[in-house]
T-cell receptor, first 112, second 117 residues
Framework: KQEVTQIPAALSVPEGENLVLNCSFTDSAIYNLQWFRQDPGKGLTSLLLIQSSQREQTSGRLNASLDKSSGRSTLYIAASQPGDSATYLCAVLTGGGNKLTFGTGTQLKVEL | GAGVSQSPSNKVTEKGKDVELRCDPISGHTALYWYRQSLGQGLEFLIYFQGNSAPDKSGLPSDRFSAERTGGSVSTLTIQRTQQEDSAVYLC???????????????FGQGTRLTVV
């Protein structure tokens, strides 16, 4: 059974700081890994998708890496802003492609 | 439409009543997922539809829960005889993924917040 863990559970940083969020998964037989953000009371917004054959993806200030063999992904956020405050979730697609298994998220707060 | 649409956005129902939650996926997306997010909890997989294949119902918590997808597009999640523990946000997602291609992005709707009183 695939299990996804995210560390830390919560993080508070001053504006402008670079930061790294971690995601680990137990079954390396994944199709892809996706990072999402969720604002309070809202749905999930897709940030980055890394296919199983890829090592990293970049979008603006965000960079996500994937090391499938060790079951790890990191999300790097450069020059953090208060608008980045949200819960960040990683999810892996496994189970014959039928199921996205989510981590419990990292709650990020960027302070002025 | 531009994104995944869910309705209603909020639903308050009395214990024991049946409810129907609706999901309109992105046009052309063949894969559709339902998830549940309880207060302070992670996302719990409920059911998955892919094209005309039999759905993966392995996440449905009890036989009070059912879902269908008509014409390969709109999906309805039905909860019969609702209980207070059914209170949660129900999220729907769709992706372009076809049977042999799993490397496409999943897009989520804004969810339906269900409160059972």
């Amino acid at each position: 059974k695939q299990e996804v863990t995210q560390i830390p559970a919560a993080l508070s940083v001053p504006e402008g700081e670079n930061l790294v969020l971690n995601c680990s998964f137990t079954d390396s037989a994944i199709y892809n890994l996706q990072w999402f953000r969720q604002d309070p009371g809202k749905g999930l917004t897709s940030l980055l998708l890394i296919q199983s054959s890829q090592r990293e993806q970049t979008s603006g200030r965000l960079n996500a890496s994937l090391d499938k063999s060790s079951g790890r992904s990191t999300l790097y956020i450069a020059a953090s802003q208060p608008g980045d405050s949200a819960t960040y979730l990683c999810a892996v697609l496994t189970g014959g492609g039928n199921k996205l298994t989510f981590g419990t998220g990292t709650q990020l707060k960027v302070e002025l | 439409g531009a994104g995944v649409s869910q309705s209603p956005s909020n639903k308050v129902t009395e214990k024991g009543k049946d409810v129907e939650l609706r999901c309109d996926p992105i046009s052309g997306h063949t894969a559709l997922y339902w998830y549940r997010q309880s207060l302070g909890q992670g996302l719990e997989f409920l059911i998955y539809f892919q094209g005309n294949s039999a759905p993966d119902k392995s996440g449905l918590p009890s036989d009070r829960f059912s879902a269908e997808r008509t014409g390969g597009s709109v999906s309805t999640l039905t909860i019969q005889r609702t209980q207070q523990e059914d209170s949660a946000v129900y999220l729907c997602a769709s992706s372009l993924a076809r049977d042999r291609d799993r490397n496409t992005e999943a897009f989520f709707g804004q969810g339906t917040r269900l409160t059972v009183v």
